[in-house]
């Protein structure tokens, strides 16, 4: 049976603070079948991209959900383009949504989407509370998640840090 994990977390980890993640997350997925792990992230810098590479060096497969069609061109920086493009060529699934536009509204909807399909979600994520005039942070994607009865599984390792 599979068991698909969701990732929401932060965009801006400090450079010491991804092998720490990395390791955590390695961890974290030993719990899951390899073959019936699916991961499901917008593979945004930062943490969605650390979490789909995990996903796939644990064995499991990765279903990239896409906020528009103009994602990639509208935020992808170059230094990042390299892995966003080797992980949606590796994902079994690109969901692109129906949006013509990398906005607010589409974030929503990915976010939606991604809580909708997974059974967990996996948040990396230094438990601070979100911004109230800017909707759709990890704090506010945690608190659907629980609110919908997903288990939540919180990682910051000790020494994390945001750039």
């Known amino acids: 049976m599979a068991t698909k994990v969701a990732v929401t977390g932060h965009m ?3 450079e010491d603070t991804v092998p720490l993640v990395r390791a955590e997350l390695e961890r ?3 719990m899951f079948e390899p ?8 593979v945004a810098a930062g943490a969605d991209s650390l ?13 990239a959900v ?11 920086k170059p230094e990042h383009a390299e892995t ?3 992980l949606t060529a590796a994902a079994d ?10 906005d607010r509204k589409a974030y929503e909807a990915a976010n939606a989407v991604l809580l909708e399909r997974a059974d967990r979600l996996v948040a990396i994520w230094d438990g601070q509370p979100g911004s109230e005039e800017k909707g759709g942070t990890t704090a506010d994607i945690v608190a659907n998640a629980r609110n919908a009865g997903l288990a939540v599984d919180v990682v910051w390792p ?6």
């Open 12 to 14: 801006e980890l400090s």
């Open 28 to 30: 974290l997925l030993r």
């Open 35 to 42: 073959s019936g792990l699916v991961g499901l992230s917008c």
């Open 51 to 63: 979490f789909a590479e995990s996903v796939l060096a644990a064995g499991g497969r990765l279903v």
């Open 66 to 76: 896409l906020p528009s069609r103009d994602y990639r061109q509208a935020t992808v």
């Open 84 to 86: 966003y493009d080797r």
């Open 93 to 102: 699934e690109v969901l692109v949504l129906p949006y013509a536009n990398a």
């Open 158 to 163: 000790a020494g994390a840090s945001r750039s």
